[in-house]
Protein backbone atom coordinates (compact mmCIF):
# COMPACT_ATOMS: atom_id res chain seq x y z
CA UNK A 1 0.00 0.00 0.00
CA UNK A 2 2.83 2.30 0.69
CA UNK A 3 5.03 1.60 -2.40
CA UNK A 4 1.38 2.16 -4.53
CA UNK A 5 1.11 5.64 -2.21
CA UNK A 6 4.54 6.72 -3.14
CA UNK A 7 4.21 5.81 -7.01
CA UNK A 8 1.13 8.00 -6.87
CA UNK A 9 3.49 10.64 -5.30
CA UNK A 10 0.30 12.07 -3.08
CA UNK A 11 1.14 11.15 0.73
CA UNK A 12 -2.63 12.62 1.55
CA UNK A 13 -4.42 11.10 -1.03
CA UNK A 14 -7.12 8.32 0.53
CA UNK A 15 -5.34 4.90 0.73
CA UNK A 16 -5.76 2.93 -1.91
CA UNK A 17 -5.29 -1.11 -1.68
CA UNK A 18 -4.93 -1.71 -5.44
CA UNK A 19 -1.81 -2.95 -6.84
CA UNK A 20 0.13 -0.78 -9.83
CA UNK A 21 -1.43 -3.02 -12.67
CA UNK A 22 -4.90 -2.07 -11.23
CA UNK A 23 -4.26 1.05 -10.45
CA UNK A 24 -3.46 1.64 -14.51
CA UNK A 25 -6.60 0.16 -15.56
CA UNK A 26 -8.70 1.93 -13.35
CA UNK A 27 -6.93 5.02 -14.72
CA UNK A 28 -7.58 4.38 -18.13
CA UNK A 29 -11.19 3.34 -17.79
CA UNK A 30 -11.51 6.85 -16.09
CA UNK A 31 -9.98 8.12 -19.03
CA UNK A 32 -12.52 6.47 -21.10
CA UNK A 33 -15.42 7.38 -19.29
CA UNK A 34 -14.41 11.00 -19.66
CA UNK A 35 -14.16 11.04 -22.95
CA UNK A 36 -17.55 9.27 -23.47
CA UNK A 37 -18.99 12.42 -21.41
CA UNK A 38 -17.43 14.53 -23.86
CA UNK A 39 -18.54 13.34 -26.96
CA UNK A 40 -22.32 13.05 -25.38
CA UNK A 41 -22.09 16.67 -25.03
CA UNK A 42 -20.67 17.37 -28.22
CA UNK A 43 -23.97 15.05 -29.27
CA UNK A 44 -26.64 16.59 -26.85
CA UNK A 45 -25.78 19.98 -28.56
CA UNK A 46 -26.19 18.73 -32.32
CA UNK A 47 -29.41 17.48 -30.89
CA UNK A 48 -30.55 20.77 -29.68
CA UNK A 49 -28.92 22.68 -32.54
CA UNK A 50 -31.11 20.48 -35.06
CA UNK A 51 -34.18 20.90 -32.98
CA UNK A 52 -34.13 24.61 -32.89
CA UNK A 53 -33.48 24.51 -36.89
CA UNK A 54 -36.50 22.33 -37.14
CA UNK A 55 -38.17 24.49 -34.89
CA UNK A 56 -40.48 21.69 -33.55
CA UNK A 57 -40.03 20.72 -30.18
CA UNK A 58 -42.39 17.59 -30.41
CA UNK A 59 -40.06 16.16 -33.15
CA UNK A 60 -38.35 12.84 -32.11
CA UNK A 61 -35.26 13.29 -30.77
CA UNK A 62 -32.39 12.66 -32.88
CA UNK A 63 -28.34 12.26 -31.10
CA UNK A 64 -27.44 12.22 -34.95
CA UNK A 65 -26.20 15.47 -36.22
CA UNK A 66 -27.70 17.54 -39.79
CA UNK A 67 -25.09 15.96 -41.98
CA UNK A 68 -25.52 12.50 -41.13
CA UNK A 69 -29.22 12.38 -41.33
CA UNK A 70 -29.35 13.61 -44.78
CA UNK A 71 -25.75 14.35 -46.23
CA UNK A 72 -26.89 14.01 -50.02
CA UNK A 73 -29.81 17.65 -49.18
CA UNK A 74 -26.49 18.94 -47.61
CA UNK A 75 -24.56 18.50 -51.14
CA UNK A 76 -27.16 19.36 -53.11
CA UNK A 77 -27.43 22.58 -51.46
CA UNK A 78 -23.53 22.85 -51.52
CA UNK A 79 -23.46 22.38 -55.28
CA UNK A 80 -27.01 24.21 -56.22
CA UNK A 81 -25.42 27.36 -54.51
CA UNK A 82 -24.51 30.16 -56.94
CA UNK A 83 -21.07 30.05 -57.98
CA UNK A 84 -20.51 33.80 -58.87
CA UNK A 85 -23.08 36.61 -57.10
CA UNK A 86 -21.53 39.66 -57.97
CA UNK A 87 -19.64 40.69 -61.33
CA UNK A 88 -16.52 41.41 -59.57
CA UNK A 89 -16.38 38.15 -58.62
CA UNK A 90 -16.49 36.89 -62.22
CA UNK A 91 -13.71 39.82 -63.42
CA UNK A 92 -11.74 37.71 -60.63
CA UNK A 93 -12.60 34.31 -62.55
CA UNK A 94 -11.49 35.25 -65.36
CA UNK A 95 -8.28 37.01 -64.46
CA UNK A 96 -7.20 34.32 -62.40
CA UNK A 97 -8.00 31.19 -64.78
CA UNK A 98 -6.46 33.13 -68.24
CA UNK A 99 -3.36 35.00 -65.99
CA UNK A 100 -5.10 38.38 -67.79
CA UNK A 101 -4.33 40.45 -63.65
CA UNK A 102 -5.71 43.78 -65.89
CA UNK A 103 -9.21 42.69 -66.42
CA UNK A 104 -10.30 42.69 -63.05
CA UNK A 105 -9.61 46.30 -61.99
CA UNK A 106 -10.71 47.50 -66.04
CA UNK A 107 -12.43 44.82 -67.50
CA UNK A 108 -13.49 45.56 -70.92
CA UNK A 109 -16.83 45.97 -72.57
CA UNK A 110 -17.27 42.01 -73.30
CA UNK A 111 -16.10 40.71 -70.61
CA UNK A 112 -18.65 43.18 -68.45
CA UNK A 113 -21.38 41.52 -70.56
CA UNK A 114 -20.55 38.60 -70.22
CA UNK A 115 -19.71 38.89 -66.37
CA UNK A 116 -23.72 40.34 -66.11
CA UNK A 117 -25.05 37.27 -67.99
CA UNK A 118 -22.71 34.99 -65.60
CA UNK A 119 -24.49 36.57 -62.44
CA UNK A 120 -28.08 36.28 -63.83
CA UNK A 121 -27.52 32.28 -64.27
CA UNK A 122 -28.91 29.68 -62.12
CA UNK A 123 -26.45 27.86 -60.14
CA UNK A 124 -27.02 24.90 -62.23
CA UNK A 125 -25.98 26.80 -65.42
CA UNK A 126 -23.12 28.62 -63.45
CA UNK A 127 -21.37 25.03 -62.30
CA UNK A 128 -22.25 24.01 -66.21
CA UNK A 129 -20.20 27.41 -67.51
CA UNK A 130 -18.07 26.58 -65.46
CA UNK A 131 -17.27 23.42 -66.19
CA UNK A 132 -17.14 24.27 -69.59
CA UNK A 133 -14.21 27.10 -69.12
CA UNK A 134 -12.47 24.02 -66.98
CA UNK A 135 -11.99 21.82 -69.93
CA UNK A 136 -10.58 24.37 -71.67
CA UNK A 137 -7.52 25.14 -68.89
CA UNK A 138 -4.38 23.65 -68.78
CA UNK A 139 -3.20 21.15 -65.25
CA UNK A 140 -1.66 23.67 -64.56
CA UNK A 141 -1.56 27.94 -63.33
CA UNK A 142 -1.21 29.53 -66.76
CA UNK A 143 1.00 32.84 -65.50
CA UNK A 144 1.48 34.44 -68.69
CA UNK A 145 -1.55 34.02 -71.54
CA UNK A 146 -0.24 35.02 -75.51
CA UNK A 147 -3.44 37.33 -76.08
CA UNK A 148 -3.28 40.24 -79.08
CA UNK A 149 -5.47 42.90 -78.48
CA UNK A 150 -8.19 41.25 -81.05
CA UNK A 151 -7.50 38.10 -79.42
CA UNK A 152 -8.81 39.21 -76.07
CA UNK A 153 -12.25 40.02 -78.20
CA UNK A 154 -12.27 36.94 -79.17
CA UNK A 155 -11.76 34.99 -76.16
CA UNK A 156 -14.52 37.04 -74.18
CA UNK A 157 -17.22 36.42 -77.02
CA UNK A 158 -16.36 32.94 -77.05
CA UNK A 159 -16.98 33.00 -73.44
CA UNK A 160 -20.26 35.09 -73.76
CA UNK A 161 -21.25 31.96 -76.48
CA UNK A 162 -20.65 29.48 -73.43
CA UNK A 163 -22.76 31.70 -70.82
CA UNK A 164 -25.19 31.41 -73.80
CA UNK A 165 -25.30 27.87 -74.33
CA UNK A 166 -25.42 27.27 -70.91
CA UNK A 167 -28.22 29.47 -69.94
CA UNK A 168 -30.52 27.01 -71.47
CA UNK A 169 -30.14 24.75 -68.80
CA UNK A 170 -31.97 26.75 -66.10
CA UNK A 171 -33.98 28.47 -68.81
CA UNK A 172 -33.00 32.11 -67.95
CA UNK A 173 -31.59 33.03 -71.46
CA UNK A 174 -32.22 36.48 -72.08
CA UNK B 1 12.64 71.78 -72.10
CA UNK B 2 11.09 68.94 -74.21
CA UNK B 3 14.25 67.03 -74.91
CA UNK B 4 14.68 66.73 -71.18
CA UNK B 5 11.19 65.64 -70.12
CA UNK B 6 12.13 63.02 -72.86
CA UNK B 7 15.10 62.29 -71.64
CA UNK B 8 13.72 61.75 -68.15
CA UNK B 9 10.90 59.64 -69.43
CA UNK B 10 13.54 57.71 -71.29
CA UNK B 11 15.42 56.68 -67.94
CA UNK B 12 12.77 56.23 -66.23
CA UNK B 13 11.09 53.59 -69.03
CA UNK B 14 13.17 50.03 -68.64
CA UNK B 15 11.56 48.27 -71.19
CA UNK B 16 13.90 49.50 -73.97
CA UNK B 17 17.31 48.01 -72.53
CA UNK B 18 15.26 44.98 -71.27
CA UNK B 19 14.35 43.94 -74.85
CA UNK B 20 17.57 45.08 -76.61
CA UNK B 21 19.62 42.68 -73.82
CA UNK B 22 16.73 40.29 -74.13
CA UNK B 23 17.26 40.34 -78.34
CA UNK B 24 21.04 40.08 -77.37
CA UNK B 25 20.21 36.74 -75.60
CA UNK B 26 18.18 35.47 -78.20
CA UNK B 27 20.51 35.98 -81.19
CA UNK B 28 22.94 34.20 -79.25
CA UNK B 29 20.48 31.17 -78.21
CA UNK B 30 20.25 30.64 -81.64
CA UNK B 31 23.18 31.02 -82.36
CA UNK B 32 24.40 28.26 -80.08
CA UNK B 33 21.87 26.00 -80.32
CA UNK B 34 22.23 24.08 -83.55
CA UNK B 35 22.35 26.70 -85.92
CA UNK B 36 19.73 25.31 -88.61
CA UNK B 37 16.55 26.25 -89.68
CA UNK B 38 13.98 26.14 -89.19
CA UNK B 39 14.57 26.50 -85.64
CA UNK B 40 14.64 23.60 -83.47
CA UNK B 41 12.49 25.08 -80.60
CA UNK B 42 12.78 21.97 -78.81
CA UNK B 43 16.41 22.66 -78.16
CA UNK B 44 15.88 26.39 -77.48
CA UNK B 45 12.92 25.66 -74.80
CA UNK B 46 15.52 23.02 -72.96
CA UNK B 47 18.18 26.07 -72.51
CA UNK B 48 15.19 28.12 -70.83
CA UNK B 49 14.24 25.49 -68.13
CA UNK B 50 11.10 24.54 -70.32
CA UNK B 51 10.40 20.84 -69.15
CA UNK B 52 7.37 20.06 -71.46
CA UNK B 53 5.65 21.79 -74.67
CA UNK B 54 2.01 20.64 -74.21
CA UNK B 55 -0.59 21.04 -77.02
CA UNK B 56 -3.83 21.53 -75.40
CA UNK B 57 -7.61 22.57 -76.25
CA UNK B 58 -7.03 26.55 -75.25
CA UNK B 59 -9.09 29.44 -75.65
CA UNK B 60 -6.28 31.63 -76.06
CA UNK B 61 -2.94 31.15 -78.28
CA UNK B 62 -0.87 29.26 -75.77
CA UNK B 63 0.40 30.58 -72.20
CA UNK B 64 3.33 29.53 -69.70
CA UNK B 65 3.04 27.71 -66.29
CA UNK B 66 5.69 28.11 -63.92
CA UNK B 67 6.27 25.05 -61.75
CA UNK B 68 9.58 24.21 -59.28
CA UNK B 69 11.63 22.57 -61.98
CA UNK B 70 10.91 24.64 -64.70
CA UNK B 71 8.31 26.17 -66.99
CA UNK B 72 5.65 24.50 -69.27
CA UNK B 73 4.41 25.72 -72.40
CA UNK B 74 0.54 25.12 -73.54
CA UNK B 75 -0.31 25.81 -77.31
CA UNK B 76 -3.76 25.86 -78.78
CA UNK B 77 -5.53 22.91 -80.77
CA UNK B 78 -8.39 21.69 -82.00
CA UNK B 79 -10.11 19.14 -79.38
CA UNK B 80 -8.93 15.57 -79.37
CA UNK B 81 -5.65 16.34 -81.03
CA UNK B 82 -3.74 17.19 -78.29
CA UNK B 83 -2.00 14.17 -77.37
CA UNK B 84 -1.22 13.87 -80.81
CA UNK B 85 0.32 17.00 -81.27
CA UNK B 86 2.23 16.85 -78.17
CA UNK B 87 3.90 13.81 -79.40
CA UNK B 88 4.71 15.14 -82.40
CA UNK B 89 6.07 18.18 -81.71
CA UNK B 90 8.48 16.03 -78.87
CA UNK B 91 9.67 14.33 -81.81
CA UNK B 92 10.33 16.88 -83.81
CA UNK B 93 10.98 20.63 -82.49
CA UNK B 94 10.99 22.03 -85.85
CA UNK B 95 7.17 21.47 -85.89
CA UNK B 96 7.44 20.78 -89.53
CA UNK B 97 5.29 17.28 -88.55
CA UNK B 98 2.68 19.39 -87.34
CA UNK B 99 -0.52 20.05 -89.64
CA UNK B 100 -0.07 22.42 -91.94
CA UNK B 101 -2.81 24.76 -90.84
CA UNK B 102 -1.49 24.96 -87.57
CA UNK B 103 2.64 24.55 -88.10
CA UNK B 104 3.34 28.60 -88.14
CA UNK B 105 0.98 29.57 -85.50
CA UNK B 106 2.15 27.20 -83.45
CA UNK B 107 5.84 27.89 -83.50
CA UNK B 108 5.17 31.62 -83.00
CA UNK B 109 3.26 30.82 -80.12
CA UNK B 110 5.99 28.58 -78.66
CA UNK B 111 8.87 31.36 -79.33
CA UNK B 112 6.80 33.81 -77.63
CA UNK B 113 5.70 31.36 -74.28
CA UNK B 114 10.25 30.71 -74.87
CA UNK B 115 11.03 34.49 -74.67
CA UNK B 116 8.18 34.98 -71.56
CA UNK B 117 10.98 32.81 -69.63
CA UNK B 118 13.70 35.47 -70.15
CA UNK B 119 12.08 37.73 -67.70
CA UNK B 120 13.00 34.90 -65.15
CA UNK B 121 16.06 33.79 -63.29
CA UNK B 122 17.11 30.56 -64.13
CA UNK B 123 19.82 30.44 -62.07
CA UNK B 124 17.76 29.09 -58.96
CA UNK B 125 14.78 26.56 -58.53
CA UNK B 126 11.86 27.36 -59.48
CA UNK B 127 12.55 30.01 -61.34
CA UNK B 128 12.47 33.31 -60.13
CA UNK B 129 10.68 36.63 -61.24
CA UNK B 130 12.70 39.42 -62.60
CA UNK B 131 10.16 42.12 -62.44
CA UNK B 132 7.12 42.72 -61.03
CA UNK B 133 3.79 43.17 -63.53
CA UNK B 134 0.86 44.79 -62.27
CA UNK B 135 -0.07 47.70 -64.49
CA UNK B 136 -1.69 47.35 -68.05
CA UNK B 137 1.08 48.62 -69.83
CA UNK B 138 3.46 46.75 -68.52
CA UNK B 139 1.78 43.53 -69.37
CA UNK B 140 1.07 45.35 -72.98
CA UNK B 141 4.84 46.30 -73.39
CA UNK B 142 5.99 42.70 -72.33
CA UNK B 143 3.53 41.11 -75.20
CA UNK B 144 5.08 43.38 -77.39
CA UNK B 145 8.66 42.69 -76.39
CA UNK B 146 7.88 39.02 -76.41
CA UNK B 147 6.52 39.21 -79.88
CA UNK B 148 9.73 40.69 -81.17
CA UNK B 149 11.81 38.05 -79.14
CA UNK B 150 9.89 35.52 -80.84
CA UNK B 151 10.41 36.99 -84.14
CA UNK B 152 14.57 36.85 -83.60
CA UNK B 153 14.14 33.11 -81.86
CA UNK B 154 12.69 32.10 -85.21
CA UNK B 155 14.87 34.97 -88.02
CA UNK B 156 17.61 36.13 -86.23
CA UNK B 157 19.53 39.08 -87.67
CA UNK B 158 22.31 37.07 -88.46
CA UNK B 159 20.85 34.54 -90.64
CA UNK B 160 18.58 36.89 -92.31
CA UNK B 161 21.49 39.16 -93.35
CA UNK B 162 23.44 36.19 -94.66
CA UNK B 163 20.43 35.43 -97.00
CA UNK B 164 19.60 38.85 -97.76
CA UNK B 165 23.74 38.79 -98.79
CA UNK B 166 23.09 38.50 -102.87
CA UNK B 167 19.97 38.07 -105.17
CA UNK B 168 17.06 39.94 -105.78
CA UNK B 169 15.05 40.35 -102.45
CA UNK B 170 11.49 42.39 -103.72
CA UNK B 171 10.83 39.11 -105.65
CA UNK B 172 7.49 38.24 -103.31
CA UNK B 173 8.38 34.43 -104.53
CA UNK B 174 11.59 34.34 -103.03
CA UNK B 175 10.57 36.15 -99.91
CA UNK B 176 7.75 33.87 -99.79
CA UNK B 177 10.20 30.44 -100.27
CA UNK B 178 12.47 32.07 -97.30
CA UNK B 179 9.45 32.51 -94.82
CA UNK B 180 8.90 28.73 -96.20
CA UNK B 181 12.11 27.79 -95.09
CA UNK B 182 12.19 29.05 -91.94
CA UNK B 183 8.64 27.90 -91.11
CA UNK B 184 7.23 31.11 -90.25
CA UNK B 185 4.35 33.19 -91.60
CA UNK B 186 5.26 36.37 -94.08
CA UNK B 187 3.80 38.83 -91.13
CA UNK B 188 6.84 37.76 -89.19
CA UNK B 189 9.16 37.61 -92.01
CA UNK B 190 8.01 41.13 -92.48
CA UNK B 191 8.21 42.49 -89.37
CA UNK B 192 12.25 41.04 -88.98
CA UNK B 193 12.85 42.96 -91.82
CA UNK B 194 11.89 45.97 -90.16
CA UNK B 195 14.89 45.47 -87.76
CA UNK B 196 17.74 44.63 -89.62
CA UNK B 197 20.46 46.88 -90.55
CA UNK B 198 18.68 49.51 -92.66
CA UNK B 199 21.94 49.08 -95.00
CA UNK B 200 20.58 45.32 -95.91
CA UNK B 201 17.32 45.71 -96.26
CA UNK B 202 16.08 45.37 -99.66
CA UNK B 203 15.62 48.75 -101.70
CA UNK B 204 11.94 49.06 -101.83
CA UNK B 205 8.75 48.07 -99.87
CA UNK B 206 8.07 44.83 -98.64
CA UNK B 207 3.93 44.03 -97.31
CA UNK B 208 2.82 41.34 -96.23
CA UNK B 209 -1.21 41.64 -96.82
CA UNK B 210 -3.74 39.88 -96.14
CA UNK B 211 -7.56 39.81 -98.10
CA UNK B 212 -10.30 40.53 -94.96
CA UNK B 213 -13.28 39.94 -96.60
CA UNK B 214 -12.62 41.41 -99.87
CA UNK B 215 -10.40 44.19 -99.09
CA UNK B 216 -6.91 43.47 -98.73
CA UNK B 217 -5.17 45.25 -95.85
CA UNK B 218 -1.00 45.22 -94.74
CA UNK B 219 -0.75 42.99 -92.11
CA UNK B 220 3.02 44.11 -92.23
CA UNK B 221 5.48 46.79 -93.67
CA UNK B 222 8.81 47.27 -94.39
CA UNK B 223 10.41 50.04 -95.81
CA UNK B 224 14.14 50.64 -97.04
CA UNK B 225 15.34 54.12 -95.56
CA UNK B 226 14.69 55.87 -98.99
CA UNK B 227 11.21 55.01 -99.33
CA UNK B 228 10.34 56.17 -95.53
CA UNK B 229 9.19 59.79 -97.10
CA UNK B 230 6.52 57.80 -99.79
CA UNK B 231 3.45 56.12 -99.09
CA UNK B 232 3.23 57.70 -95.38
CA UNK B 233 -0.16 56.08 -95.35
CA UNK B 234 0.66 52.97 -95.81
CA UNK B 235 0.91 51.03 -91.81
CA UNK B 236 0.17 48.21 -90.74
CA UNK B 237 -3.90 47.61 -90.61
CA UNK B 238 -4.63 49.95 -93.26
CA UNK B 239 -6.35 48.70 -96.88
CA UNK B 240 -3.69 48.11 -98.90
CA UNK B 241 -4.98 50.67 -101.12
CA UNK B 242 -3.37 53.27 -99.22
CA UNK B 243 0.09 52.02 -101.04
CA UNK B 244 -1.60 51.15 -104.60
CA UNK B 245 -4.84 50.86 -106.02
CA UNK B 246 -4.90 49.07 -109.78
CA UNK B 247 -7.64 47.11 -110.84
CA UNK B 248 -5.07 44.73 -113.14
CA UNK B 249 -3.06 43.61 -109.97
CA UNK B 250 -4.00 40.34 -108.72
CA UNK B 251 -4.84 41.86 -105.17
CA UNK B 252 -7.97 43.74 -106.83
CA UNK B 253 -9.37 41.08 -108.65
CA UNK B 254 -6.93 41.50 -111.81
CA UNK B 255 -5.04 39.05 -113.51
CA UNK B 256 -1.61 40.45 -113.17
CA UNK B 257 1.11 39.84 -110.50
CA UNK B 258 3.36 43.15 -111.28
CA UNK B 259 2.17 46.46 -112.71
CA UNK B 260 4.09 49.87 -113.37
CA UNK B 261 2.25 53.15 -111.77
CA UNK B 262 3.90 56.36 -112.32
CA UNK B 263 3.48 58.81 -108.88
CA UNK B 264 3.66 62.00 -108.50
CA UNK B 265 5.64 63.36 -105.59
CA UNK B 266 6.18 66.50 -103.71
CA UNK B 267 7.61 69.02 -105.89
CA UNK B 268 5.63 67.98 -108.91
CA UNK B 269 8.64 65.13 -109.55
CA UNK B 270 7.38 62.10 -111.18
CA UNK B 271 8.74 58.85 -110.25
CA UNK B 272 7.93 55.11 -111.77
CA UNK B 273 7.34 52.59 -109.57
CA UNK B 274 6.66 48.71 -109.84
CA UNK B 275 4.07 47.11 -107.71
CA UNK B 276 4.65 43.34 -107.35
CA UNK B 277 2.20 40.40 -105.60
CA UNK B 278 2.63 37.19 -105.44
CA UNK B 279 0.28 34.47 -107.73
CA UNK B 280 -1.66 33.87 -104.75
CA UNK B 281 -3.08 37.37 -104.10
CA UNK B 282 -6.62 36.40 -105.66
CA UNK B 283 -7.07 33.73 -102.82
CA UNK B 284 -9.46 35.03 -100.12
CA UNK B 285 -8.03 34.81 -96.80
CA UNK B 286 -4.15 34.18 -97.46
CA UNK B 287 -1.16 36.55 -96.86
CA UNK B 288 0.51 37.49 -99.45
CA UNK B 289 3.43 39.67 -100.55
CA UNK B 290 3.46 42.30 -102.44
CA UNK B 291 6.56 44.56 -103.12
CA UNK B 292 7.31 48.12 -104.72
CA UNK B 293 10.78 49.25 -105.95
CA UNK B 294 11.63 52.24 -108.12
CA UNK B 295 12.15 51.82 -112.08
CA UNK B 296 13.97 54.98 -112.13
Known amino acids: ?82 LWTKRTQVYQFVSEAFALPFVRTRPPEL ?38 PNEGDRLFLKLLEMADAVAALDGQKD | MPSQHWMAKRTKNPWPSRYRSAVRVAERLVATTGNSFPVDLNRIAARRAVRRIEFAPLLTDGGLAVRNDGFIIYVRCELGTGAELTARFANDGTGSTLPETIRRRARFTIAHEIAHTFGYDLRRLPPAALFDLKAPTAIRSLEVICNRIAGTLLLPEWWLTRQL ?85 RAFGGDQSAVEKTICLVGAQRRRFQFECEPNAANRDLSFFLTVRALD
Not at chain 2, 209 to 224: C, G, L
Not at chain 2, 240 to 248: C, E, F, G, V
Request: net charge positive; charged share 25%.
Open chain 1, 1 to 82: MRASLFIMGNPYAKLSILDDEELAREAAKAQLSRSKRRRSNVQVDATQAYLFELENPYAKLSVLPQEELNPTAVEAQEQLGP
Open chain 2, 165 to 249: SDGDWLDPRRLSSLAKTALVSRETLTRQLQRINPETHPEGIIACVEKQVSVPVIRAISTHYRFKELFLDARAGASLQKLIMHPNL
Open chain 1, 111 to 148: LKEFALKVTRLGPRAQKALHSRIGAHLPDEKIVYNRLS
